[in-house]
């Protein structure tokens, strides 16, 4: 449905006990008569007559445009993350088995995966910047899978082949190198990617050459197919245990849902643990019926 279609029928709905009102007010004696001896039904209303009592109702009461817009983007999130909740239901051990993005975090010491599209010019990519870095400093089990997504300029893309190049060339600086393009405002060129290198000690000439691998093109390629499929249509995006975020998460709300995630885990692991026992179990149960 569209905004205008949306707008009409929420003002059309709350206009209607202001006509009946009116209708009432018309009339002091039909309003303390018996039902009995109302007055026949009134002259309907014309389509213009209408039109021009619901323009005087929504410029008399603009809340209800604000009322029909918060509701249409409920409806519109509720729908978007019913979809993207199902949709990293299938993708989600696609998503944990990456090797090829950067991360952080050992998978054979870590007990938790989070992963997050992000892109350099989001400002609320940037916001959660701080929220991941200390989420990874305080949490040693916790494993970070980055997902480099540029979508919201052309030299977002050449800043993510720079990123993606220097966790090639050296994975112990991808972070900070992160740190730097989230942090930086304006536009990427290659020079200030370049630059930005030679600060954290990673050589210039490998770095250029590095970028235009073929190599970072397809990662690139596949993880825009991949947030296709899985209807990541912004950043930042994260998922978290069986939980896709749309959005900027605080650091405390990110905690609670690693808390979560951990305890998700947990019962699902107790549930197979005790199918295989109870899998286990049965060859020995149907031995001793034959034995009676």
């Given at each position: 449905?569209?905004?205008?279609?949306?707008?009409?029928?929420?003002?059309?709905?709350?206009?209607?006990?202001?006509?009946?009102?009116?209708?009432?007010?018309?009339?002091p004696?039909?309003?303390?008569?018996?039902?009995?001896?109302?007055?026949?039904?009134?002259?309907?209303?014309?389509?213009?007559?209408?039109e021009?009592?619901?323009h005087?109702?929504?410029?008399?009461?603009?809340?209800?445009?604000?009322?029909?817009?918060?509701?249409?983007?409920?409806?519109?999130?509720?729908?978007?993350?019913?979809?993207?909740?199902?949709?990293?239901?299938?993708?989600?051990?696609?998503?944990l088995?990456?090797?090829?993005?950067?991360?952080?975090?050992?998978?054979?010491?870590?007990?938790?995966?989070i992963?997050?599209?992000?892109?350099?010019?989001?400002?609320?990519?940037k916001?959660?910047?701080?929220?991941?870095?200390?989420?990874?400093?305080?949490?040693?089990?916790?494993?970070?899978?980055?997902?480099?997504?540029?979508i919201?300029?052309?030299?977002?893309?050449?800043?993510?082949?720079?990123?993606?190049?220097?966790?090639?060339?050296?994975?112990?600086?991808?972070?900070?190198?992160?740190?730097?393009?989230?942090?930086?405002?304006?536009?990427?060129?290659?020079?200030?990617?370049?630059?930005?290198?030679?600060?954290?000690?990673?050589?210039?000439?490998?770095?250029?050459?590095?970028?235009?691998?073929?190599?970072?093109?397809?990662?690139?390629?596949?993880?825009?197919?991949?947030?296709?499929?899985?209807?990541?249509?912004?950043?930042?995006?994260?998922?978290?245990?069986?939980?896709?975020?749309?959005?900027?998460?605080?650091?405390?709300?990110?905690?609670?849902?690693?808390?979560?995630?951990?305890?998700?885990?947990?019962?699902?692991?107790?549930?197979?643990?005790?199918?295989?026992?109870?899998?286990?179990a049965?060859p020995?149960?149907?031995?001793?019926?034959?034995?009676?």
């Open positions: 449905m569209s905004l205008k279609n949306v707008l009409f029928a929420t003002a059309a709905l709350n206009f209607l006990p202001f006509a009946a009102l009116a209708q009432v007010g018309s009339s004696a039909a309003a303390t008569a018996p039902a009995a001896a109302a007055q026949p039904a009134s002259t309907p209303v014309t389509h213009t007559e209408f021009e009592l619901l005087k109702t929504l410029v008399d009461h603009p809340e209800i445009i604000m009322e029909a817009v918060k509701k249409m983007r409920e409806k519109t999130m509720a729908e978007s993350s019913k979809q993207m909740q199902e949709s990293m239901a299938q993708h989600k051990q696609e998503l088995a990456d090797t090829t993005s950067p991360s952080l975090g050992d998978p054979k010491t870590t007990d938790l995966t992963v997050e599209f992000f892109d350099y010019h989001c400002g609320y990519c916001h959660m910047l701080p929220v991941m870095t200390q989420l990874t400093e305080n949490d040693k089990k916790l494993r970070v899978i980055f997902r480099e997504f540029p919201l300029a052309e030299d977002s893309v050449l800043a993510s082949r720079a990123a993606i190049a220097v966790y090639n060339i050296d994975k112990t600086k991808y972070f900070e190198y992160h740190s730097l393009l989230m942090k930086s405002s304006g536009k990427f060129d290659e020079k200030t990617l370049l630059d930005m290198g030679k600060r954290i000690g990673i050589d210039p000439k490998k770095l250029k050459k590095e970028m235009a691998s073929t190599d970072i093109t397809k990662q690139l390629d596949d993880t825009r197919q991949l947030a296709d499929e899985m209807g990541v249509r912004g950043t930042p995006a994260l998922v978290v245990g069986d939980e896709m975020l749309p959005g900027a998460v605080s650091y405390e709300d990110m905690q609670k849902y690693v808390a979560k995630a951990r305890e998700d885990q947990k019962n699902k692991k107790t549930d197979l643990d005790a199918i295989k026992k109870d899998s286990a049965k020995e149960d149907k031995k001793e019926e034959d034995k009676k």
